[in-house]
C-alpha cells in the first residue's frame, strides 16, 4: 500500500526510493504488455468456457489495473505529484480496488480449484449464473471495501516544498484502525484459506490417479505461490507498523515507513510475474482435459 511518498530535488534520493522506483519501472515494462497478451491468449483459448478460465482472466485484469498507474507514481517517487486532486483520488482507489479484487480472486482460485479437483460434484451443484455471480461479487465487493482511498488520499504541499498524494491521516488512531482493517481483510483473513486448500489440494493431487490430468491445477498453484511470495514482506511490514503505533515508538515508525516504499514495490512484482506463469504453462492451457473444461 503507499501510505506515503518521500523525494526531494535538492537533495539525494534515498536508496529505497531509487530500488522502489527500479522495480516498479520494471514492473511496467515486462507487465503490462505481459498481462494484455494474457487477457487476449486466454479469451482465445478458453473462450466461454470454465469457471477458473473466469477467475484467470479476472486476475489479468486486476494485475493491468495495478500496473497501469505505475509512471505516474515512478514520477511522483522521484519529483513531484503533479497531476492534481481529482487523478490523486482516481488512481488511489483503482489500486485499492485492484488490490482487493486480486487478492479475492486468488482466494476464490485455491477454493475453486480444491473443491473442482477433489469433490467434483459439490461444485457440479453451481449454475452457470451463480459462477458470473461469484465473479462479478470480487468486483461488487472489491470497490466496496476500495472507498475508502479516494477520501483519505490528499495532495499536500510538505515542508520540503514538494506535492505529495498519499493518504492524510487525521491521528494516528486512523491510521491504526485502516493499517488493521488492511491487515486483516488482505492477510489475516485470505491468506490462512490459502495455505490450507493449497496443502489440501496438494496432498490430493499427489495422491490420486488423475494427478497429470489436471494440468490447470499446477498453474493455480504456481499462482498462489507467486502470489504469496511477494506479499508476505508487506504485511509484515505492516504489522511493526502496528506495532510502532500501539508502542507508540517513533523509531520503529521510521524504519517501517523507510522499507513500505519497497515492500510495497514488491507486490507489484506479482502482477507483472502472473503472464510468465500463464506463459510457461501455455501448453498446459492449450491441453485441457474435458474435465477440466468445466472447470
Known sequence: MQHGNSSNSSTPLSPDILAASSVLGLCFALGVPGNIAVLVFISRWLKGGSFTSWLMLSLAVSDLMTLLPLPMWIYALLHDWVFGLGLCKLFSYVVYLSIYSSVLCVTLLSVQRYVQVLHPQKLAKLTARGRKCLVSGIWILSGVLACYAPIQCHVQLKQDGRLYCHAHYRNNGERLATLFVETLVLFVVPFPILIYFYVRLHRGVSQSAFFNTHKLTKIVS????????????????????????????DHLLKIADAVGNTTGALTFINSSMN????????????????RDETT
Open 275 to 290: 503472464p510468465f506463469i500463464y506463459a510457461f504453462s501455455a501448453q498446459a492451457l492449450r491441453q485441457r482435459t474435458p
Open 222 to 249: 504456481r499462482i498462489l505461490f507467486t502470489f504469496f511470495f511477494f506479499w508476505i514482506p508487506l504485511h509484515v511490514n505492516n504489522i511493526v507498523l502496528i506495532a510502532a503505533l500501539l508502542l507508540d515508538d
